[in-house]
């Protein structure tokens, strides 16, 4: 099994870490569906798709092409991930993201997995996202650099 980033690994002094993020290409959704839909095929149809079914809705993250008229959605949007496996216990990531972004005026929608955290923002927003992240100490690679 593969080591996980731990806080020590990144910062020894305590401060804030900094964190290496990784453009995932492909333009993405924010969908809507009904709490009481089933899971449709279109929403597992390219690399990366998640789902998230609460009482109240059945919310899904897709490729913004396959999503049918009708649908309720919102997009496009882009995704950087942090480069990861992060430690479960690691505390901050989401918000060492988030508070430069909210700053900027920068919406942004986040999913988590096991191994890491993915931030969606506006594909409008996405080169001043990448600015901001960089201007606070966090690495971007963009399309494999």
Partial sequence: MGERLKRSDTDATGAD??????LIPGSYALC???PDDGLPPWVTQGAFFSVTRTPAELSV???????????????PWSML????????KMVGVLAGLATPLATA?????????YDTDHVLVRHDDLEKA?????????HVTMNGD
């Fill in 105 to 113: 005026g920068i919406s942004i929608f986040a999913v988590s997995t």
């Fill in 81 to 88: 991930a942090v480069r990861g496996p992060l430690d479960l």
């Fill in 32 to 34: 809507r569906l009904t």
């Fill in 61 to 75: 993250v897709c490729d913004a092409g396959v999503v049918p008229s009708g649908v309720v959605a919102d997009g």
């Fill in 130 to 138: 990448v600015r901001v992240l960089r201007e606070v100490g966090h």
């Fill in 17 to 22: 870490p900094r964190f290496t993020l990784e």
